[in-house]
């Protein structure tokens, strides 16, 4: 999960899914919001979702992204115990 957060676009990404709420986002709008090309977006999604980080659903013809929230509060309450113990 690091390793896929770790690259710029890809936290961008999941910065906008959390912001977008359990609803989430179609792929379209994503890239619209990056300034990225469909392919390249498909490219990171498939990082995020393979890292547990996004979940994707079919809706008609469009697919829609959402957070992982439990799986960002979770990787982020370990960040935060882990900065604390090194402090």
């Given at each position: 999960a690091l390793g896929a957060l770790a690259q710029?676009?890809?936290?961008?990404?999941?910065?906008?899914?959390?912001?977008?709420g359990a609803g989430?986002?179609?792929?379209?709008?994503?890239?619209?919001?990056?300034?990225?090309?469909?392919?390249?977006?498909?490219?990171?999604l498939g990082?995020?979702?393979q890292a547990g980080l996004v979940?994707?659903?079919r809706q008609g013809r469009y697919i829609i992204y959402s957070a992982r929230t439990d799986m960002l509060a979770a990787l982020t309450s370990w960040l935060d115990g882990t900065l604390n113990k090194q402090s």
């Open positions: 710029e676009t890809r936290l961008k990404i999941c910065q906008i899914l959390a912001g977008a989430g986002l179609p792929a379209g709008d994503i890239a619209l919001a990056l300034g990225v090309p469909q392919n390249t977006l498909s490219f990171h990082h995020l979702e979940t994707s659903r």
